[in-house]
């Protein structure tokens, strides 16, 4: 069985909104104030991160977030492996042709189509930010690990990926460790 692992960036006060300041939101673009050692260090964990990973699950703005920004075609070691797994989107409309290679569209009732492909892929399916998509997969139980890349600002405002859920959701500390200078993987394990 699959173990479905969220994986965010987010700020100290627990934003995700905008960090690459392109969505227009007046306090994005938090991911750009680290320093190039933090950017370095930061795209090492990332790429771990995939070549641990079975699969990727995404909402259809972050699949277009990827699309958009060239990962369909980008070179590296990272963009290799995102292309080599099996990509899955989650989408309610008439999104039918992804361009991004080996990638599915999972359509209809989110919670079972997710719950089946927990049964179907052996591994960690990883669920980059899709802001969307994440309360959900909290709401009705299906995540098993949160891993929070910590950016050291406070915005005061914005999205936060937990808002939303009906009921409180424990979870157990796994493990945390400094990124870089600055940046902080905070891994909890939920209960």
């Known amino acids: 069985m699959g173990k479905l692992v969220i994986s965010e960036n987010i700020t100290l006060d627990g934003v995700i909104q905008d960090p690459t300041g392109e969505d227009g939101f007046e306090r994005g673009g938090w991911f750009g104030r680290i320093t190039d050692s933090d950017r370095t260090a930061w ?19 972050s699949y277009e977030y990827f699309v958009a920004r060239g990962w369909t075609s980008r070179s590296g ?30 359509r209809g009732d989110v919670v079972a189509a997710v719950s089946k492909l927990k049964e179907e892929v052996a591994g960690d399916i990883v669920v980059y930010a899709s802001g969307g998509l994440v309360p959900t997969l909290i709401e009705h139980d299906l995540v098993d690990e949160l891993r929070l890349m910590v950016y050291p600002i406070i915005l005061g405002a914005g999205e936060h990926p937990f808002a939303g859920t009906s009921k409180s959701k424990p979870l157990r500390l796994a493990s945390s460790r400094p990124v870089g200078d600055s940046l902080l993987l905070l891994t909890y394990a939920v209960e």
């Open 43 to 61: 795209a090492k964990v990332e790429l771990d991160e995939a070549l641990g990973a079975e699969a990727l699950l995404m909402g259809r703005g």
């Open 77 to 106: 070691d990272w963009a290799d492996r995102l292309r080599s797994l099996p990509k899955y989107v989650v989408s309610s409309s008439t999104f039918e042709d992804p361009e991004w290679t080996n990638t599915s569209v999972l």
